[in-house]
């Protein structure tokens, strides 16, 4: 599916002249009312032979307008994920002062209608657009006929009774480490990517050598602590350990991730892998002993088999 994408620069490329049905949001996450909302334009496509296409920012508008700094996905990531679904067309945008500055009824005629030559948008309820946000779903509704489009407003997927599925809510999970409820409301578990760099080199010396990653984007971490992962190398999948923290027992100041890949002895200095957190084990704490940490990691190490083998059965 994804070698039959099509990605559109709207700052330098001519208009696609292809009728679409357009996802609007900012999908960090693509989480599982994102899904939705993509499922809803799958269906519409389909019925209207459009293509199925979202507008994407090149930099998450909340990183330029909170100084929020850390997200579940990259631009890439998110392309990957959507076209995995089947999104077919990804039109990118600079979210920058001339885009902060259009009115509603501009981004409809310049954006909407000009550049991304949109037949149907599809939003949540609560999208909102154009300068200070001024646009809602019920501008997108006043201007349709003008602008020769059709609006398909999404209702949000609940995480219970009360609350509606958040991104903010999801980074909040992750950053307390809980990793089974994350995994639910993404739908999938929650992945970083890096490159394998040098590390200190301490693993080997306890039996435990690990695959120290240079993350490639800014991602939200889990609290420090262990957790049972799944680790893409060469596309190829291996289990493994995945240690978040500074080391405490060797009182480091760094803050590290660090992967120990269950039955896996190959050289992956400079390789760039993925890591999927499938569950907490225990926090990052301080040992009294080398021996003590040992100790600790064989009884991780322990888990983690009798964990896999129930996830087999």
């Known amino acids: 599916m994804i070698e039959k994408i099509k990605i559109y620069d709207l700052n330098i490329d001519l208009p ?26 799958l269906e519409i496509s389909k019925k209207y032979n459009l293509e199925p296409a979202v507008l994407l920012f090149k930099e998450n508008t909340k990183l330029r307008l909170k100084q929020e700094k850390e997200y579940m996905t990259s631009l890439e990531d998110k392309i990957e994920i959507l076209a995995s679904m089947g999104i077919e067309t990804f039109c990118l945008i600079d979210f920058d002062e001339k885009f902060m500055n259009l009115s509603p009824r501009e981004f409809i005629s310049e954006i909407i209608n000009k550049k991304l030559n949109a037949s149907y948008v599809i939003c ?19 201007f349709e006929e003008r602008y020769d489009y059709k609006t398909s407003v999404v209702d ?16 909040d999970i992750i950053r307390e480490g809980n990793i ?27 039996n435990f050598p690990t695959a120290n990653l240079d993350l490639s984007f800014n991602y939200v971490l889990p609290v420090d602590g262990v957790y049972l992962t799944k680790v893409n ?12 923290g500074t080391n405490p027992t060797f009182e480091n100041a760094d803050r590290k991730i660090e992967t120990y890949i269950l ?51």
């Not at 949000?156 to 980074?171: G, M, P």
């Not at 578990?189 to 590390?199: A, C, F, L, M, S």
């Not at 190398?233 to 978040?244: A, P, Q, R, S």
């Open 16 to 41: 696609d002249l292809e009728r679409k049905a357009v996802s609007l949001g900012n999908f960090d996450g693509v989480h599982l009312g994102h899904q939705k909302l993509m499922k809803n334009n």
């Open 124 to 142: 949540g309820k609560d999208y909102r657009f154009g300068k200070k946000a001024s646009g809602d779903i019920e501008t997108l509704d006043k």
């Open 156 to 171: 949000f997927e609940k995480e219970d009774h009360d609350n509606k599925i958040s991104s903010n809510h999801i980074r």
């Open 180 to 206: 089974k409820k994350a995994n639910r409301l993404l739908g999938r578990n929650y992945k970083i990517k890096g490159r394998v760099v040098d590390g200190m080199k301490r693993g080997r010396t306890l």
């Open 233 to 244: 190398v060469d596309n190829e999948f291996y289990y493994g350990l995945t240690n978040i």
């Open 263 to 313: 039955d896996f002895d190959k050289n992956i200095y400079g390789k760039d892998i993925s890591i999927e957190f499938i569950d907490f084990f225990r926090y990052d704490i301080k040992f009294d002993s080398k021996e003590d940490l040992i100790d600790q990691m064989n009884s991780d190490k322990a888990k983690a088999r009798l964990y896999l083998e129930n996830i087999d059965k």
